[in-house]
Nanobody, 120 residues
Framework: QVQLVESGGGLVQAGGSLRLSCAASGHIFSVYDMGWFRQAPGKEREAVAR????????FYADSVKGRFTISRDYAKNTVYLQMDSLKVEDTGVYSC?????????????WGQGTQVTVSS
C-alpha cells in the first residue's frame, strides 16, 4: 500500500516561510521521482518542483525559482518543499506526488494535499 501524507501547511504573512513535508510509505521512495504541485482557487493545478530519485532537483516552475527548494531525505522517506519569500499568489492546496524515475510525467501516486494561505 503506497501512501503519501503531506504536512506543514498553514497561514503565513507575505514574505514569510513554510516548509512542507511529504512522508512516503511503501517501496516508491527509492525508485520514484517526487514532485510538488499546487492548485489555487479557480485555477488549474500546476507543477511546482520535481526531484529525481537520486536527489538532484530537475525542475522548478518559473514563478518559484530562487524562492522554493525541493529536497528528499532517504532515511525518513520524506520529500520537503522549503518555501521562502512567500507571496499572496502562492496561496493554494499543495500536493506531493510520485512518478517512476525518468522523464515521464504520469504521476501515479498522490497525497491528499495541504493548504497554504499567504496573507498580505
Amino acid at each position: 500500500q503506497v501512501q503519501l501524507v503531506e504536512s506543514g501547511g498553514g497561514l503565513v504573512q507575505a514574505g514569510g516561510s513554510l516548509r512542507l513535508s511529504c512522508a512516503a510509505s511503501g517501496h516508491i521512495f527509492s525508485v520514484y521521482d517526487m514532485g510538488w504541485f499546487r492548485q489555487a482557487p479557480g485555477k488549474e493545478r500546476e507543477a511546482v518542483a520535481r526531484v529525481k530519485r537520486s536527489g538532484s532537483s530537475i525542475f522548478y516552475a518559473d514563478s518559484v525559482k530562487g524562492r522554493f527548494t525541493i529536497s528528499r531525505d532517504y532515511a525518513k522517506n520524506t520529500v520537503y518543499l522549503q518555501m521562502d519569500s512567500l507571496k499572496v499568489e502562492d496561496t493554494g492546496v499543495y500536493s506531493c506526488a510520485a512518478v517512476p524515475a525518468g522523464d515521464g510525467i504520469d504521476y501515479q501516486y498522490w497525497g491528499q494535499g495541504t493548504q497554504v494561505t499567504v496573507s498580505s
